[in-house]
């Protein structure tokens, strides 16, 4: 998770940040029991700041 969000706050889409983040955790536990449970539902855009 703390890939995701420092992938987001880096800019990439929601759904960019989690490819790259499972990418990463992938290469480090290959297993999907440690990656593949996190799932993105909903927009899968860019954050937009208020």
Known sequence: M???YG???AGKSK???LKLAQ???RRKYPHPYYWAGF?????SGK????
Do not use: K, N, S
């Open 47 to 50: 954050l937009i700041a208020d």
């Open 39 to 43: 799932v993105l539902t909903g927009d």
């Open 7 to 9: 992938y987001l706050r």
């Open 15 to 17: 759904a960019e940040a």
């Open 23 to 25: 990418q990463d955790t």
């Open 2 to 4: 703390q890939q995701f």
